[in-house]
């Protein structure tokens, strides 16, 4: 098995730390997530449809997640204030529900206003160092990538190995996006670390 060896430069907003391009994915998100992402009307999106995406926010949520509901009506919130503002980030739900039934009931019952999909059908993306990778586990997660895979900011601390609260690292995005189009993550480089990702780590 081969271990790919990676360099992690991260700024810090706030107390959520930021890590950009880590892991290094091997495709666009685009392309990783053409066909497996619909939007609010159950649409299936298409690699070319969501190529029109500078900026992809992932939020992980269940159902059954007590914490999850105040964090759902900030991010619709956060989502309607955004989506006039016309900026080029795609906010996506990944629905952790056990079945895919709650999953649909929880749809309905949030009525989301953006893309969503089902956990299960990402999970081999995970094995690839894709996009679905940057959800170190539990709910609710926020995690923010560039098109082209790089992370801009994860509730995953890369550096002490342990995640910020869902709030704070919500708060570190919505900052992050205020400033587009003139965000820029290489302003406030904070320190780069080196690491070894085997495939083996990327399933647990």
């Known amino acids: 098995m081969k271990t790919l060896h990676l360099i ?10 930021i890590a950009i391009g880590s892991p290094i994915p091997s495709e666009p998100i685009p392309k990783q997530l053409g066909g497996k992402i ?6 299936t999106l298409s690699e070319t449809d969501l190529g029109t995406y500078d900026y992809f926010l992932f939020y992980v949520s269940a159902d059954f997640c007590a914490a999850c509901k105040p964090m759902t009506r900030e991010i619709i919130d956060f989502y309607n204030r955004t989506a006039q503002k016309k900026v080029k980030v795609a906010f996506i739900l990944i629905g952790r529900d ?7 009931e929880y749809l309905k019952k949030n009525e989301f206003p953006f893309f969503t999909s ?7 993306l995970r094995t690839h160092f894709r996009a679905f990778w940057y959800w170190r586990g539990g709910t609710p ?11 801009i900011l994860s509730q995953y601390d890369w550096k002490t190995e342990k995640a910020a609260s869902p709030g704070e690292t919500l708060n ?3 900052e992050w996006i205020s400033r587009l189009p003139n965000a820029d993550c290489r302003s406030t480089l904070h320190y780069e670390k ?7 780590e990327a399933k647990k």
């Not at 619909?38 to 649409?43: A, E, I, T």
């Not at 089902?118 to 081999?124: A, F, G, I, Q, S």
């Not at 080196?194 to 083996?200: D, Q, R």
């Open 98 to 104: 056990l079945e895919k039934e709650s999953h649909t």
């Open 172 to 174: 570190s995005i919505k």
């Open 141 to 151: 997660y926020f995690y923010l990538l560039k098109k082209d895979g790089s992370c």
């Open 8 to 17: 992690l430069p991260l700024i810090v907003l706030g107390s959520t730390v």
């Open 38 to 43: 619909v939007d609010s009307k159950g649409k």
């Open 194 to 200: 080196s690491m070894a990702i085997s495939g083996a």
């Open 118 to 124: 089902y956990w299960k059908d990402l999970v081999p």
